[in-house]
């Protein structure tokens, strides 16, 4: 497995070096394409945005990591789970949305130019973009090393829908595992087949 510690190193303006033990993997998306959701944070209140993840899986499957695992940062919402957990965004545009034209535009207005779309509706949404499986065997790699060097429980669920008690869960999620309003890792990603890697790994 490589990662790429160098091209998107975050200076130490956009991360806290707050050491805490890790219990939680967190997946998330980026809703943006090309690493600009990377380049957003380096713009973002004067250089020293701190909302960052530890790393990006790219939509061509490169591992990009951002700054070292036993620091944090302040990219969850629920701010009680940032000091405790690592945070991985793939790279994916999300949920898309018809225009009056009938384009389907991104997050943020974008007439969306790709053709990696499947339609189902959940949460509130009904376009979703798909992903790489490049993108799943390094995750499923990256997950194995970090779970194995962090001594995080080597588990995951076997969808995206909410679970309670998350404060007290121990292993990896997916952001829209925290709460309703949350929509990554989106209908379109193969959460069968990443846990089952992750379960062969665990056999090892």
């Known amino acids: 497995m490589k990662i790429d510690f160098k091209t998107y190193k975050l200076p ?3 991360y ?7 219990n939680k993997i967190v997946l998330c998306n980026s809703f943006n394409t090309n690493m600009n959701h990377y380049f957003g944070w380096l713009k973002r209140s004067n250089g020293n945005y701190k909302k960052t993840a530890h790393f990006t899986i790219s939509s061509d499957g490169i591992i990009y990591q951002h700054f070292d695992t036993n620091y944090r940062s302040n990219f969850l919402k629920e701010t009680n789970l940032n000091a405790n957990s690592i945070i991985i965004v793939i790279e994916n545009i999300g949920f898309l949305e018809k225009a009056p034209n009938n384009s389907l535009i991104t997050i943020f207005g974008d007439i969306y130019k790709g053709d990696n779309i499947s339609e189902k509706k959940w949460r509130n949404f009904e376009f ?3 992903y790489d499986n490049k993108q799943l065997l390094a995750l499923g790699k990256l997950l194995i090393d970090l779970c194995d060097k962090h001594e995080i429980e080597l588990k995951i ?3 995206n829908l909410k679970l309670d008690n998350i404060y007290n869960y121990n292993g990896i999620l997916y952001r829209a595992n925290i709460d309703k309003k949350y929509t990554d890792l989106n209908p379109n990603w193969d959460f069968k087949k990443l846990k089952q890697k992750i379960e062969d790994g665990s056999n090892k």
């Open 128 to 130: 979703w973009e798909g």
């Open 12 to 14: 130490k303006e956009n």
């Open 16 to 22: 806290i070096e707050e050491e805490a033990k890790k």
């Open 157 to 159: 669920p076997e969808n």
